[in-house]
Structures are given as C-alpha cells and as structure tokens.
C-alpha cells in the first residue's frame, strides 16, 4: 500500500526550532511533488507549497515564503518541513500530501498528520 | 475572505442531493486551471474525491460528482449519507499569486 507517514507530535516552546518528516513508501518518491498543507483547529486548509524531489524544484505558497523551508531526503524518501523559530501561531495540525503533478492532479495520498503545539 | 469562495455550510436529508460551489476569478478557475475536491474530517487525513474537475480517483463512490464551468466548480452528492457529514474544499492554482489554494471550506449537514 502506497504510504505516507508523518512524525509524532510535538509540544514546542515560541522561539525554538522544529523540523516534520514525511516518509513516503511503496511508489517512485522522486517522480511524485510533495506538499504541505496547514489545519489550524476551526479555520480551513492551507496550501503551504509543494515540491518535487527528483528535481528539488520548490514553490512556496506566498502565505508561507520565508516562514518555513521545505526540503527532501531522496537517499530516504523523505520530505521534510521546518522552522527556525516557532510562533504560537504555528500551532496546527500539518499534513504531507503526494500529487502526480504539481497543481492538475490534486493530493491523492495523505500522511495521518501531525499536531504541532507551540506554548510557553 | 478566499480566493476560492465556498458557501459555509450546507445541509440536506438521507438520500438527498446536495450541491457544494467553488467561486472563483479569471486568476484561477476562469483562466482554465483545474478544480479538486477534498473531504476532510478534522483530526483525520483528508481524502481527494475528485480531481481534474470531474474525475474520481478508485474506490470514490460514483454518488460524488464534479463540474467546472466559467470561474466556478461544483461538487454534487447525491443519495446523501450520514457519514457523508463532513467538511469539504475545492482546491485549484492561481496565476497571480504562483501558487496553489483551497478554498474556505463547506460544511456538510446530513440532518
């Protein structure tokens, strides 16, 4: 079965530093985009970007430029989401999601998630 | 406000039909850009229930369907289940802002 599984939750502190996997297995990792896509309790999704690790071409929603760093481990089939320094905004639940294509063909495979609370 | 308008929330009986819309501009939909549609419990991961405007990907039960017509893209369930009861987002690319969206987000009231 095609998968995609995401890291265990965490509890941060605002300030700190924090780096999400997302392991993908059973398909061709580097020939699919990976993206991220943010659920804050109550509000809608959110298209964080998406990126391709055959090629590490990266497109960064502009909501999130310059606020996370996406990035891909091909030797491990993973995908990696991080932050320098965490707000208390950043407390949400974060997805990983493979698409065939980078915006025709919608996230066809999701990781389960994981909740990320930032709190002092 | 999204780029990507959805109604809050709709609602219908078992075995009803009900429409869910997606608005949006010339930047998007209008300008050609394909419509995909989500289902999402939250806590859960969500689950792709159309792509392309109106294909379904395997195991999507044929009573989800999509259209896509001028800037905006529908999403129609027919013979409404109770576990049809769920939050729902389009999803399509924008030109101007280079990237791709979801969309406010409907929630589905099966009463």
């Known amino acids: 079965e095609v998968q995609l599984v995401q890291s265990g939750a965490v509890v941060k502190k605002p300030g700190e530093s924090l780096r999400l996997s997302c392991e993908g297995s059973?398909?061709?990792?580097?020939?699919?985009?990976i993206g991220w896509v943010r659920h804050v309790s109550g509000k809608g999704l959110e298209w964080m970007g998406i990126?391709?690790?055959?090629?590490?071409?990266?497109r960064y929603s502009p909501s999130f430029r310059g606020q996370v760093t996406m990035s891909v481990d091909k030797t491990t089939n993973t995908a990696y989401l991080q932050w320098t320094s965490l707000k208390a905004s950043d407390t949400a639940m974060y997805y990983c999601?493979?698409?065939?294509?980078?915006?025709?063909?919608?996230?066809?495979?999701w990781g389960r998630g994981t909740r990320v609370t930032v709190s002092s | 406000q999204s780029v990507l308008t959805q109604p809050p929330s709709v609602s219908g009986a078992p075995g009803q039909r009900v429409a869910i819309s997606c608005t949006g501009s010339s930047s998007n939909i209008g300008a050609g850009y394909d419509v995909h549609w989500y289902q999402y419990l939250p806590g859960t991961a969500p689950k792709l229930l159309i792509y392309g405007n109106t294909n379904r990907p395997s195991g999507v039960p044929d009573r989800f369907s999509g259209s896509r017509s001028g800037i905006s893209a529908s999403l129609v369930i027919s013979g409404l289940q109770v576990e049809d009861e769920a939050d729902y987002y389009c999803q399509s690319y924008d030109r101007s802002l280079a990237s791709s969206l979801f969309g406010g987000g409907t929630k589905l009231a099966v009463l």
């Open positions: 990126m391709y690790p055959g090629d590490h071409d990266t």
């Open positions: 999601a493979r698409a065939p294509r980078d915006h025709g063909s919608g996230l066809d495979i």
């Open positions: 059973r398909y061709s990792f580097n020939n699919y985009w």
